[in-house]
């Protein structure tokens, strides 16, 4: 018998506080259907049900009851979901799993030992730190120069987080910062870029991209003084404290830019950054993408051709959270000769999931190896995607298949291909 499935009573550990009146009320929505099982990527991997949007729906609500103890193995299986949202995209009774999932992990983050709790301590804080991750970075990249770091990794056991995270050493981007918020003379208007924690660290040629772009355009582009984050990370690991604490920083800072819009290119960020951070706010945000295919001045942009077969992935946050995959399209569709390769869409997700390709290797690795065994049917000669989880972990999945096939963002690779210079 799954220990999952005893009951509370024949455990020692305590169960949950006090039941959260909200979650069983967002937990009763859930019909039972199993519409939504096949889009479950965690799921479709080997049928079991607990690790099904419905199977986690039915522990949600059985922890919160106190009719099931909080054993390892029902906090593994709500560990390993991605929270991909590709359950509540095709939910027809619209059950809320997003905040079903949240308020579960945050009740169950106090009952928690710290080492169950995934990325060490000092990673963690260091995924809010940028000057603290840039330097991890720079180490890691030195030692992985050295071939020092994947040797050493090899001595760890096959379980062990220190070499997951050793093995997924990204490289650091060669783009700088943008600079920060000064006021200077504008033409079209003031736009603020978010930036964010670990995107602002390993996605900064984007923001370099997507600068270059909106300054084509004859736009003022500024960001925020220091660092801030939406708060998505912590929030999906059910610290719902720390990230109502970063919403508000970050929505404050950026009401400080004086810009009347917000775009986001992390795709992982949007969510978040609509819902928390600038709802109700005067400061509007916009997914980057939809932004430029809606201006009028991109059509008088100039692309250089390329003739090039580039597969697009498509995030799950692009798809369930943002949408507008239309725009990254009609954007790309402005390069010439360049042929736009669609990938099967399933399984959508990637595996990458946030801070999920190095918590949970086993599944990110799997979901990682079938899109790449897509990929490669199609033979592109670059790929592209709007997150940057993603780009790292598909790009260290290339790497370790000697696959030499670049990982770009759309917009780096519109930005390399612009011809206009800034008006
Ligand atoms: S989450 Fe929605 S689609 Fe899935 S089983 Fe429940 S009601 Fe059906
Ligand atoms: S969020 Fe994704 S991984 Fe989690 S239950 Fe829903 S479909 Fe499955």
Redesign the pocket.
């Given at each position: 018998m799954d220990p999952m499935l005893a009951p509370a009573s024949t455990f020692s550990a305590s169960t949950l506080p006090a039941p959260d009146a909200r979650l069983l009320a967002l937990t009763d929505?859930?019909?039972?259907?199993?519409?939504?099982?096949p889009h479950c990527p965690t799921y479709r991997l080997d049928n079991i049900e607990a690790e099904s949007?419905?199977g986690r729906?039915a522990l949600a609500r059985a922890l919160a009851t106190g009719a099931l103890a909080p054993t390892p193995s029902a906090l593994l299986h709500l560990d390993q979901c991605l929270g991909c949202l590709s359950?509540q995209k095709?939910?027809?009774?619209q059950?809320q799993?997003d905040e079903i999932l949240v308020r579960t992990r945050a009740a169950l983050a106090e009952k928690r030992p710290a080492a169950g709790r995934g990325l060490p301590d000092f990673v963690r804080h260091a995924l809010h730190n940028p000057a603290r991750l840039t330097a991890l970075a720079r180490v890691g990249a030195a030692l992985h120069a050295g071939r020092w770091l994947p040797s050493l990794a090899r001595l760890l056991p096959k379980t062990s987080i220190w070499r997951r995270l050793a093995q997924t050493q990204p490289a650091l981007p060669r783009a700088r910062h943008l600079p920060d918020a000064k006021p200077t003379q504008r033409t079209r208007g003031r736009i603020a870029l978010f930036r964010g924690c670990v995107a602002s660290v390993y996605d900064r040629d984007t923001f370099a991209a997507g600068q270059r772009l909106l300054e084509a355009l004859g736009y003022e582009v500024v960001a925020t003084t220091g660092t801030h984050c939406c708060g998505a990370l912590p929030r999906h690991a059910g610290d719902v404290a720390a990230a109502a604490t970063e919403a508000t920083r970050t929505r404050e800072a950026l009401r400080a830019t004086g810009a009347a819009v917000a775009l986001v290119s992390a795709t992982g960020c949007y969510g978040d950054m609509r819902d928390q951070v600038l709802a109700g706010s005067t400061t509007r945000v916009a997914d980057i993408h939809a932004f430029l295919a809606s201006d009028p001045g991109f059509a008088a942009l100039r692309f250089k051709p390329l003739a090039a077969r580039a597969a697009l992935h498509l995030p799950c946050t692009q798809v369930n959270v943002v949408g507008e995959v239309a725009a990254i399209r009609a954007l790309l569709a402005r390069i010439p000769e360049l042929a736009i390769l669609t990938l099967p869409e399933q399984p959508r997700c990637c595996g990458a999931a946030g801070s999920y390709f190095i918590e949970h290797p086993d599944i990110a690795d799997r979901l990682r190896g079938e899109k790449l065994d897509q990929a490669r049917t199609l033979a592109p000669d670059l790929l592209l995607t709007t997150n940057i989880g993603c780009r790292i972990h598909l790009g260290n999945g290339l790497r370790e298949r000697a696959a030499h096939v670049p990982v770009l963002h759309p917009l780096a690779l519109l930005a390399q291909q612009l011809e206009n210079s800034p008006p």
């Open positions: 929505q859930c019909v039972m259907c199993g519409l939504c099982l949007p419905r729906i359950c095709v939910c027809p009774s059950v799993y």
